[in-house]
C-alpha cells in the first residue's frame, strides 16, 4: 500500500511525533510510506525515521500539498491535525482519506472524511454524527531508546541533582496547555533543598515560566532535546500537568523506561492511568500536586533513580500500527463501495 501522512504544521508536537512513528511502522511492514508537512518551521522532520520519505512543502500549503499528492498518487492519505483534514474537503476526485483525532472529532474540518482513527475511548461518544467509519486504537508507545547510563548521569547533572536529591522532571512544549505553571506553583511549596526540577522543552513561554522561577535556583531550564530518553531515566519523577491531553506520548515513552510519574486527572490520563489512580491529581491543584511529590521523595531510596513498573500490553506498538493500517483497507472498501 502507498500510504501519505500529512499534517498541516511542522512544529515540535506528539501529533507529529506519532504521524512519523506509525509511518515507520508501516514502513517495516513493507508499505510505501510518506509523512508531508509544511517545509517551515520544520522541527518535526527530526522525528523522521530512515524509513520513512518526508515530503516538506512549500505556501500556499494546501496547493502544494495537493501537488504532493498528484505525484505520490497514494492509495490512502492518512491527517493529522484539523487543518489538513479541512484541505482535503477541496482536492477533486481525492482518493480516501481518514484523520486521527489527536484532540476530539471536529465536524467542520472532519464531517467530509471517510474515516476517523480514535485514540481514547472518551473520544467515541463525539463522533456520533460521523457518517464514515469509525475505529478505536489506542496510543501506542513510540519506538525509543534506552538511554545509557553515562547520558543518565550527565542529564543529573546538567540539572544540578547529585545521587542524593530527587530530581522531577517536564518534558514537553512550554505551552499554557501543558499546566507547567501548576507543577511550578507546586515546587515553590516543598521546602526541602534536595528536590531539583528540569524543564525539559521550548515554546512561547518559556521566557514567562524561567521569570516566574527567577528566584528558585532548584529549578533548571534545559530547552529543547532530541534525547527525551535520557531525561526519562535521569528523573525520580516525572509530572505532567496538562491541562488537555488526548493520549499522551511523553506519558507512554516515559512508563516503558518505568519513569515513575504523575498526571494531571484528565481523559487523556484516566485512561492511560485506569489501572494506576495513585498516579493522577486533579488538573491545576498545585497544593495537592505538591503533597503527591512529596509522598515520591519520601519512598525514595538512597544513592538510586527512583523507578516504577506498568502494565504495558494495552499499549504495544507492533499490534496498534497493525491495527490502524488494517482500518485502513475497510475505509479504502467503504469508498468504493460508495
Not at 467509519?133 to 496510543?139: D, T
Not at 525509543?144 to 545521587?163: V, Y
Not at 486527572?265 to 505538591?290: H, T, W
Request: glycine letters at 8%.
Amino acid at each position: 500500500m502507498r500510504i501519505l501522512h500529512v499534517s498541516g504544521s511542522s512544529t515540535l508536537s506528539g501529533a507529529n511525533r506519532y504521524a512519523f512513528d506509525i509511518a515507520g511502522g508501516q514502513a517495516d511492514l513493507g508499505h510505501e510510506t510518506f509523512v508531508a508537512m509544511p517545509k517551515s518551521p520544520g522541527v518535526a522532520f527530526d522525528f523522521a525515521p530512515a524509513s520513512v520519505e518526508p515530503r516538506p512543502f512549500e505556501k500556499p500549503k494546501a496547493l502544494a500539498f495537493f501537488r504532493e499528492i498528484w505525484r505520490l498518487k497514494p492509495d490512502i492519505v492518512h491527517c493529522h491535525g484539523a487543518a489538513s483534514a479541512r484541505w482535503m474537503r477541496y482536492y477533486p476526485g481525492r482518493p480516501p482519506v481518514l484523520a486521527s483525532m489527536h484532540i476530539r472529532y471536529k465536524p467542520a474540518a472532519m464531517s467530509h472524511l471517510d474515516g476517523l482513527h480514535a485514540l481514547a475511548d472518551w473520544q467515541l461518544p463525539g463522533t456520533a454524527s460521523f457518517r464514515g467509519l469509525v475505529k478505536k486504537v489506542n496510543n501506542w508507545t513510540p519506538s525509543i531508546k534506552h538511554p545509557e547510563p553515562d547520558r543518565i548521569k550527565a542529564a543529573r547533572e546538567k540539572a544540578g541533582a547529585g545521587e542524593g536529591d530527587f530530581l522531577v522532571g517536564f518534558v514537553g512544549r512550554l505551552d499554557p496547555v501543558k499546566g507547567v505553571r501548576t507543577l511550578l506553583g507546586a515546587i515553590s511549596q516543598i521546602d526541602n533543598p534536595s528536590l531539583k526540577l528540569a524543564i525539559v522543552g521550548d515554546g512561547m513561554k518559556r521566557q514567562a515560566l524561567e521569570q516566574a522561577s527567577v528566584d528558585d535556583p532548584r529549578i533548571s531550564f534545559m530547552g529543547y532535546t532530541k534525547s527525551p530518553e535520557d531525561w526519562y531515566g535521569a528523573v525520580d519523577l516525572l509530572v505532567t500537568p496538562s491541562r488537555n491531553e488526548p493520549f499522551a506520548l511523553v506519558a507512554l515513552e516515559a512508563m516503558s523506561l518505568d519513569t515513575p510519574i504523575l498526571a494531571s486527572d484528565i481523559e487523556g490520563f484516566q485512561e492511560i492511568f485506569r489501572d494506576d489512580p495513585d498516579c493522577r491529581f486533579p488538573v491545576g491543584d498545585a497544593e495537592a500536586l505538591a503533597r503527591a511529590i512529596t509522598e515520591q521523595m519520601a519512598r525514595k531510596i538512597p544513592g538510586q533513580i527512583s523507578r516504577r513498573t506498568y502494565d504495558m500490553m494495552r499499549f504495544e506498538r507492533r499490534a496498534g500500527i497493525a491495527a490502524v493500517t488494517a482500518f485502513y483497507d475497510d475505509v479504502i472498501a467503504a469508498k468504493k463501495a460508495r
